[in-house]
């Protein structure tokens, strides 16, 4: 009887077991984010009149006009910013004419100043390239890689009346993961801008 007791058990036991290992467990998910549905590359004409400038900017975005930089009114009439709700991103676009106040070697130290001076400790790299657009305009396009607050600006010039400096920022908590792919996506809608601005 003791060994018909014990071979139950063991029998019970075993039975268990084999059960057991074939059951469903759950593994840890991986991380992921939200699906993103991105809209279709549309633009259309920015050309005010009294601006020194026109340029191509995407259907799902909004212009308007700036009223602040940094608790102060902005230099001039012309800075704007294209706004694209969808993503809570913002493009800040702002227009200096060079004069001998605004000499350009001082616009463009600026320029790289803000890239760098200010993303320098957060970033871990920067790219500038040179730019050429279909319209003959030049500038330089600064990427930013890492948890930086824009990872996107420009500036373009004609070296002699024009200058103008853009920045794609986002109403969000810096994260490269999280934002890279939207990122991307706007950056073709800031080469199309950049690639299609004229000044008048």
């Given at each position: ?72 009114k902005p230099e001039n009439p012309w800075w704007i ?104 996506f706007l950056k073709q809608d800031i080469k199309h ?8």
């Amino acid at each position: 009887m003791k060994k018909l007791f014990f071979l139950l058990i063991v029998f019970v036991a075993v039975t268990f077991i084999l059960v057991s290992c074939n059951s469903n467990y759950t593994v840890g998910k991986k991380k992921g984010y939200f699906k993103i549905d991105f809209p279709e590359k549309k633009y259309q004409l920015f050309n005010q009149p009294g601006y020194p400038y026109s340029f191509e900017y995407p259907v799902y975005a909004r212009i308007i006009k700036d009223t602040t930089f940094f608790e102060d009114k902005p230099e001039n009439p012309w800075w704007i910013n294209v706004d694209i709700p969808q993503f809570a991103g913002r493009i800040y676009i702002s227009y200096k004419t060079i004069t001998s106040r605004n000499k350009l070697d001082s616009l463009v130290a600026d320029a790289f100043k803000m890239a760098y001076k200010q993303h320098v400790t957060i970033s871990t790299g920067i790219t500038d390239s040179v730019m050429k657009t279909p319209n003959g305009i030049e500038g330089i396009y600064f990427s930013l890689a890492g948890n930086t607050a824009t990872a996107n600006q420009f500036f373009l010039t004609d070296s002699t009346k024009n200058f103008l400096r853009g920045a794609l920022y986002f109403n969000a908590t810096p994260n490269a993961d999280s934002l890279g792919i939207v990122n991307d996506f706007l950056k073709q809608d800031i080469k199309h801008l950049i690639n299609t601005l004229k000044w008048k």
